[in-house]
């Protein structure tokens, strides 16, 4: 064997090594995270009820997410603006995340992804509802529900109707709403919620939508336009 092709095969084992060390860390903290999702929950399980702050924060925050998800996707198409795009991008798979991890909590508890017995979306808010008038969107008749700043089925038509910087104030003030109604929901679970990693998972979710909002409000006003709200 010669000198280069053992040095190769040296630099093949320790990549090989080097990646099997981020794998079962990425294993390790994921395991970690479901545990404390896991453990802390209230009930005598340890998981929380079906009716509890943390398992209603999670189905309807995944909805919440979805929505982003979706409006960011269509902007996307829309403008070729780079900061445009790059801030949709940026909400697409952060919420994208979280939303598979709200998910992956409520298989972990087997606890339903749609509220129970009918109940409708944010009952698990209870008094603090927040909504300050977000709940229905502003374009009317969406079915949205009662979730604080969720667009209506006639605002995503619209969005995916417009081309450059009409759609990119559109989506801006769309996105304001929707961060505004995301962080009263977030700020909601920080004080009702038991299970340790997803209080902190809302409040990341309310000090990362908040900074986002500046960013929208500045982007906004360099387009002569402002939030709706």
């Given at each position: 064997m010669t000198a280069d092709s053992e040095g190769r095969g040296r630099t093949r084992r320790v990549r090989w090594v080097a990646g099997g060390v981020v794998v079962l860390v990425l294993v390790l903290a994921g395991v970690a995270?479901?545990?404390?999702?896991?453990?802390?929950?209230?009930?005598?399980?340890?998981?929380?009820?079906?009716?509890?702050?943390?398992?209603?924060?999670?189905?309807?925050?995944?909805?919440?997410?979805?929505?982003?998800?979706?409006?960011?996707?269509?902007?996307?198409?829309?403008?070729?603006d780079e900061d445009v795009r790059r801030l949709a991008y940026d909400i697409a798979n952060t919420q994208a995340n979280q939303r598979g991890m709200f998910l992956g909590w409520l298989d972990l508890w087997e606890l339903p992804?749609?509220?129970?017995?009918?109940?409708?979306?944010?009952?698990?808010?209870?008094?603090?509802?927040?909504?300050?008038?977000?709940?229905?969107g502003h374009g009317g008749g969406s079915g949205a529900g009662a979730m604080p700043g969720m667009a209506t089925k006639d605002e995503?038509?619209?969005l995916g109707a417009l081309r450059g910087e009409e759609a990119e104030v559109f989506f801006l003030q769309l996105m304001t709403?929707?961060?505004?109604?995301?962080?009263?929901?977030?700020?909601?679970?920080?004080?009702l919620c038991a299970v340790p990693v997803e209080q902190r998972l809302a409040r990341g979710m309310v000090e990362?939508?908040?900074?986002?909002?500046?960013?929208?409000?500045?982007?906004?006003?360099?387009?002569?336009?402002?939030p709706r709200t």
């Open positions: 995270a479901f545990a404390s999702a896991r453990g802390g929950g209230g009930g005598e399980s340890g998981v929380p009820a079906v009716d509890s702050a943390d398992a209603g924060f999670a189905r309807d925050m995944a909805v919440h997410h979805q929505q982003a998800v979706e409006m960011s996707f269509i902007v996307r198409d829309r403008t070729d992804k749609v509220a129970p017995d009918g109940a409708g979306p944010m009952a698990w808010m209870g008094g603090e509802d927040g909504h300050g008038g977000h709940a229905a995503l038509k619209r709403d929707h961060h505004k109604g995301g962080v009263s929901m977030a700020g909601a679970c920080a004080s990362g939508q908040q900074s986002e909002l500046g960013l929208m409000r500045d982007m906004l006003a360099a387009r002569g336009a402002k």
